[in-house]
């Protein structure tokens, strides 16, 4: 079985800060990582994803993350925030094994973003 | 293009009644996945459609039933609704079941149990 642990519940950091939104994972097979993003009252977008080659990998609003397979993380960075990134953020694995694409969530973490 | 849709956005249910959900895939896609997201959690896998068939389950209850139908639509039905059930439901699409593929998450149908 899979399961993911999101370090923060929440992340409180000031505009123009860098901020890191810290996941790890555990599973007995690989796995793909993705970090999807939550604003209030909507459903789920996808930031980023990794499947395979560099473990450095680059989203959307200027996003990234980094696989770290001996650590079993997928830690999720931003050089500088902006207060449109408050938002609910969410890590989550599918074993590579899973035809059916069954997502298995991290319990979120909560970034808000203070002026 | 469209993206993935769902009916009805809010919907309130007393204890014992049924409730059916309503998704609408993203074009191009034919698989549709179903999630229960409870209030401070994140979501939870229920089950996966693919080509009219459930595919895949989570550890929900056979209180909660799905369809697929030949556009790729899909429903959630729950029956007997507890108050537990009250939750965000989240429906996703993807393409040919996707491994790896990205899924596509509509905007989520809030039920509340009373």
């Known amino acids: 079985a899979q399961s993911v642990t999101q370090l923060d519940s929440q992340v409180p950091v000031f505009e123009e800060a860098p901020v890191e939104l810290r996941c790890n994972y555990s599973s007995s097979v690989s796995v793909y990582l993705f970090w999807y993003v939550q604003y209030p009252n909507q459903g789920l977008q996808l930031l980023l994803k990794y499947l395979s080659g560099s473990t450095l990998v680059k989203g959307i609003n200027g996003f990234e993350a980094e696989f770290n397979k001996s650590q079993t993380s997928f830690h999720l960075r931003k050089p500088s925030v902006h207060i449109s990134d408050t938002a609910e953020y969410f890590c989550a694995v599918i074993p590579i094994y899973n035809q059916g694409g069954k997502l298995i969530f991290g319990q979120g973490t909560e970034l808000s973003v203070k002026p | 293009d469209a993206g993935v849709t769902q009916s009805p956005t809010h919907l309130i249910k007393t204890r014992g009644q049924q409730v059916t959900l309503r998704c609408s895939p993203k074009?191009?896609?034919?698989?549709v996945s179903w999630y229960q997201q409870a209030l401070g959690q994140g979501p939870q896998f229920i089950f996966q459609y693919y080509e009219e068939e459930e595919r895949q389950r989570g550890n929900f209850p056979d209180r909660f039933s799905g369809h697929q139908f030949p556009n790729y639509s899909s429903e959630l039905n729950v029956n007997a609704l507890l108050l537990g059930d009250s939750a965000l439901y989240l429906c996703?699409?993807?393409?040919?079941?996707?491994?790896?593929?990205?899924?596509?998450f509509g905007p989520g149908t809030r039920l509340l149990v009373l």
């Open positions: 074009s191009g896609h034919d698989t």
């Open positions: 996703a699409s993807s393409y040919r079941q996707g491994l790896g593929e990205t899924q596509y």
